[in-house]
C-alpha cells in the first residue's frame, strides 16, 4: 500500500502543474507541408474572441481567424507556387494586441490527388474508348445481318 501514496503524489503534482500551464502557444499544422496543401492555423486560445485575431505570412497573406473549439482558428491552403523552405507566419490578436509568430516549412512535391488537365485528360480517354465500344458493336451487328 506504501507504493500507490508515492503514484498520488505524483499524479496530483502533474495535475497541478498542467492547470498552472500557460496556454498552448500559436499552431501552425502539419508542418511540414508542401504545395496546395491546406494548413491550419490556430492561436492556442491566446487571443481574446471578442476582440479577433488575424494570421499573416508571405505564403497566403492576411487571414482573419474566427472562433472554434479551441480559440481563434483558421484553415488556408498553401499556394501551389510556394518556393520549398521555412516561412514565418504571424499571429496577432486584435490591433495592438499579442503577437505570437510560428514557422511553417515547405518542402518539394505536391498534394497527391486529381487536378483539372488530369481530370480533362481521363474524361476524354473515357469517351475515346465508349465510342470505340459503339463502332465496334455496330460493326459487329452490320456483319452478322
Same mark, same amino acid.
Given at each position: 500500500?506504501?507504493?500507490? !501514496? ?12 498542467? @492547470? ?19 494548413? !491550419? ?16 505570412? $508571405? ?10 473549439? !479551441? ?8 499556394? &501551389? ?5 521555412? !516561412? $514565418? #507566419? $504571424? ?6 494586441? &499579442? $503577437?505570437? /509568430? &510560428? /514557422?511553417? /516549412? ?7 490527388? #486529381? ?25 459487329? @451487328?452490320?456483319?452478322?445481318?
Amino acid at each position: 500500500m506504501k507504493l500507490a !501514496h508515492p503514484a498520488v503524489v505524483a499524479l496530483l503534482g502533474a495535475a497541478a502543474l498542467g @492547470a498552472a500551464a500557460p496556454a498552448a502557444p500559436a499552431r501552425v499544422e502539419p508542418d511540414p507541408v508542401v504545395a496546395g496543401q491546406r494548413v !491550419h492555423l490556430g492561436d492556442g486560445g491566446r487571443c481574446a474572441a471578442a476582440v479577433g485575431a488575424r494570421a499573416v505570412s $508571405t505564403l497566403f497573406g492576411p487571414v482573419a481567424l474566427r472562433p472554434g473549439a !479551441h480559440g481563434l482558428a483558421a484553415d488556408v491552403r498553401v499556394p &501551389e507556387r510556394a518556393a520549398p523552405g521555412r !516561412h $514565418t #507566419v $504571424t499571429i496577432r490578436c486584435a490591433p495592438g494586441g &499579442e $503577437t505570437f /509568430t &510560428e /514557422t511553417l /516549412t515547405v518542402r518539394r512535391g505536391r498534394v497527391e490527388g #486529381v487536378d483539372v488537365p488530369q481530370a480533362a485528360g481521363g474524361l476524354a480517354l473515357l469517351l475515346l474508348a465508349g465510342g470505340a465500344a459503339y463502332l465496334l458493336r455496330r460493326r459487329g @451487328a452490320a456483319a452478322r445481318s
